[in-house]
């Protein structure tokens, strides 16, 4: 089964750029790398997917290499509410039979200061 | 758009008692899925559904642990006795099955705590 590494934590200011990566050598030709949010008390939350290149939306960047082994997820200008764990997944191609399910990791966890 | 709801949002019962958690996805979707997470850890899959049919539940403790999904809407995952080691926060998901790549919509969670 294909597997994610991903820092356990990481630390950052306000207003800096943090750039999480998450390494996946074994990524399958139909995976997806998709990331996920959450915060304390809370189920995780979607927040970007991609299949390789860059994809860009109002939450975050997600920049994958032509290689596809390995994926880094980029915030902009981080606040206090940013402060959460993020988790790197894959999830397949397709919606058929049992691929069709999340599998997390430990995640990172993202703690920004003042 | 309604989000998932869960219930109860916390819930302490002592060891060898039972428990129930229920959930009510959003409207239309089809497939359901049980998580567990423990403190520090990412969720788990425990079972998943699709309308009322269980697609994978290679996770679920079977002795202890059991879900259902009658008329393929709502769901309750019960234990049967709890033990220590499942004091968890218990998640709901929900999916349209050609959004599965990611139109995962979780619920808040039921925090159990077993003493």
């Known amino acids: 089964l294909a597997k994610t590494t991903q820092p356990i934590s990481m630390d950052s200011y306000e207003g800096q750029e943090v750039n999480i990566t998450c390494s996946h050598n074994n990524i399958a030709t139909n995976d997806y790398i998709t990331w996920y949010q959450q915060f304390p008390s809370q189920g995780p939350r979607f927040i970007i997917q991609g299949y390789k290149t860059k994809v860009t939306n109002e939450v975050a960047s997600l920049f994958i290499p032509a290689d596809r082994k390995s994926s880094t997820l980029s915030l902009p200008r981080v606040s206090l509410s940013d402060t959460a764990v993020y988790y790197c997944?894959?999830?397949?191609?397709?919606?058929?039979?049992?691929?069709?399910?999340?599998?997390f990791g430990a995640g990172t966890r993202l703690a920004v200061h003042p | 758009e309604a989000g998932v709801a869960q219930s109860p949002r916390y819930k302490i019962i002592e060891k060898r008692q039972s428990v129930a958690f229920w959930c009510n996805p959003i409207s239309g979707h089809a497939t359901l899925y049980w998580y567990q997470q423990i403190l520090g850890q990412g969720p788990k899959l425990l079972i998943q559904f699709q309308n009322n049919g269980v697609v994978d539940d290679s996770q679920l403790p079977k002795d202890r642990f059991s879900a259902e999904r009658l008329k393929g809407v709502d769901s309750t995952l019960k234990i049967q006795p709890a033990k220590l080691e499942d004091s968890a926060v218990y998640l709901c998901?929900?999916?349209?099955?050609?959004?599965?790549?990611?139109?995962?919509?979780f619920g808040s969670g039921t925090r159990l705590t077993v003493v």
């Open positions: 998901a929900s999916s349209l099955e050609e959004q599965v790549n990611y139109g995962y919509t």
């Open positions: 997944l894959f999830t397949g191609g397709g919606f058929s039979g049992g691929y069709n399910k999340l599998i």
